[in-house]
């Protein structure tokens, strides 16, 4: 069975030291370390965590080297653009609309976020992925760490 590619943007880095986001996070970063599925960064994210406090900088760049680590291509630019032009984000948030173009376009199986304004909320779920189908990409799951881990009485 293939390990699931999961896309991880910035504030699920920094949810390791939240206290209200804290347990789920960390259990995910910890599943992740025993296999369960890879983690893909995009370089955004390093632009991203330069300005982040040196303690989600310091846990960033001890998981970097057993991530999978993508750059934003043309592609992922186009279809960016797309959900601006679709209204499912404003110029604003380009950043948080390239985390979802990129994930999509090198097709990761799902994006972990803890962004519920921008990326993992009920409507702009439905509006990301009517936009990828539009431009002949698959649909993404967009969810947060607490719906990916295994809980232990799931074990």
């Known amino acids: 069975m293939r390990k699931l590619r999961i896309y991880i943007d910035t504030c699920v880095l920094g949810a390791v030291f939240d206290k ?19 983690i893909v960064v995009s370089s955004l994210l390093e632009d991203e965590i330069a300005v982040a ?10 998981i970097i080297e057993s991530a999978e680590v993508v750059t934003p291509s043309r592609q992922a630019l186009i279809l960016r653009q797309a959900y601006v ?16 173009a990129t994930a999509t376009v090198t097709e990761c199986d799902m994006i972990v976020s803890w962004n519920f304004k921008h990326i993992v909320h009920y ?13 002949g990409y698959n649909s993404i ?9 295994e809980y232990e009485e799931d074990v």
């Open 20 to 38: 209200e986001f804290q347990e789920s996070t960390k259990t995910f970063f910890e599943q992740a370390d025993n296999g369960r599925f890879s």
């Open 141 to 149: 799951d967009i969810v947060t760490p607490a719906e990916v881990i």
């Open 85 to 100: 032009d679709a209204g499912v984000i404003t110029s604003k948030w380009l950043d948080d609309a390239l985390h979802v």
């Open 123 to 135: 409507d702009k779920k439905r509006r990301y992925n009517a936009v990828n189908i539009l431009h």
């Open 53 to 62: 406090p040196q303690n989600v900088r310091a846990f960033y760049y001890g």
